[in-house]
């Protein structure tokens, strides 16, 4: 057994799991991981993950699953960074103030458009609780299901692992890093907009998302 598993099992020293399951879950990713990342930076992931997340929850019966999912992905995107996991398609990051709108919508139109020719991610400069209930109509309504996405706040490893970062009103709050592709797109916040408004939004992400689609596909043929 290697050292990593081994100091995994029994936990680290001094380190207090406020639930049963992110222990489990430091376990587990200690394992998936193993090679990459010692049972230290795992922990720290898992329950900064648990922390950040715990701040908007308001159903603690999803937590778990968010903290999950949160953490698995934050793993992965340090390990992209790294070199570690191999980097087949373009990562795009969308950033917007709450997550709860605009970045999200870019996240789920661009996998409905591109599939697994690109992959995304989205986070918020200050995620909400939730998504908004009038982006989540206008997403249902043109056959796609945000069931399983939730707000996430921005954290360094998933800019450090994108190839283009495309900022939708959140300011100065992603940092710069060199190498990479960062666009802004102005777009109004669905935040105070109604349905109608929202839709119009929503069709001008699409609009975006085609000519970002048709850049990165000219890039891969140079």
């Known amino acids: 057994m290697s050292d990593l598993n081994t100091a995994g099992r029994r936990g680290l020293a001094?380190?207090?799991?406020?639930?049963?399951?992110?222990?489990?879950?430091?376990l587990q990713l200690a394992e998936r991981f193993d090679g990459t990342f010692n049972a230290e930076t795992v922990e720290r992931y898992v329950l900064e993950s648990y922390t950040a997340?715990?701040?908007?929850?308001t159903v603690k019966a999803h937590l778990a699953t968010r903290v999950t999912r949160f953490?698995?992905?934050r793993m992965t995107a340090?390990?992209?960074?790294?070199?570690a996991i191999a980097h087949d398609v373009p990562e795009v990051l969308f950033v917007c103030e709450q997550n709860a709108g605009r970045s999200q919508m870019a996240?789920?139109?661009?996998?409905?458009?591109?599939?697994?020719r690109v992959h995304v991610r989205s986070a918020g400069s200050a995620p909400a609780a939730e998504l908004n209930p009038a982006v989540v109509l206008a997403l249902e309504e043109i056959g796609l299901d945000p069931s399983r996405v939730f707000?996430?706040?921005?954290?360094?490893?998933?800019?450090?692992?994108?190839?283009v970062v495309i900022t939708m009103g959140c300011g100065d709050a992603c940092p710069i890093y060199p190498g990479k592709r960062y666009l802004d797109w102005h777009l109004d916040d669905p935040d105070h907009l109604t349905l109608d408004e929202v839709?119009?939004?929503?069709?001008?992400?699409?609009?975006?998302?085609?000519?970002?689609?048709q850049t990165l596909e000219n890039d891969s043929h140079e």
Not at 78 to 83: M, S, V, W
Not at 199 to 213: A, C, G, P
């Open 14 to 26: 001094g380190i207090s799991y406020p639930e049963r399951y992110l222990h489990d879950l430091s």
């Open 71 to 73: 953490a698995t992905d």
């Open 151 to 163: 707000p996430k706040p921005l954290t360094d490893d998933v800019v450090q692992a994108a190839d």
């Open 78 to 83: 340090l390990a992209q960074a790294k070199g």
């Open 199 to 213: 839709r119009r939004v929503r069709d001008e992400i699409r609009t975006h998302i085609e000519q970002l689609l």
């Open 53 to 57: 997340l715990l701040r908007t929850a």
């Open 107 to 116: 996240a789920l139109l661009t996998h409905g458009l591109a599939g697994d």
